[in-house]
């Protein structure tokens, strides 16, 4: 599965956009999200979808979470929102 291009992340732009508006989070490049140090989110293509490996707790690993449909978007912005209250 490769890192998403130029296209994916166009049709990701709304949730790219709310992850944005999250004063914690840092986009140190394109789409790929920190908190301080710590990668917390960056977003994949594959035939069978858009994916986001997102970390939401912070000393574990990345899950990989599929993110295609406005409603799997949300769900994973309503995380990492949790996340921020926990970590901030």
Do not use: N
Not at 1 to 25: K, N, P, T, V
């Amino acid at each position: 599965m490769e890192h998403a291009g130029a296209d994916a992340l166009e049709e990701l732009s709304g949730l790219i956009g709310d992850l944005r508006q999250l004063g914690w989070l840092r986009e140190q490049t394109p789409a790929h999200f920190y908190w301080k140090s710590r990668a917390i989110v960056h977003f994949h293509e594959d035939p069978t979808g858009l994916y986001a490996d997102v970390r939401l707790d912070l000393q574990g690993r990345f899950e990989r979470r599929r993110v295609t449909t406005r409603a799997e978007q949300d769900e994973l912005v309503a995380d990492i929102r949790r996340l921020g209250e926990l970590s901030v």
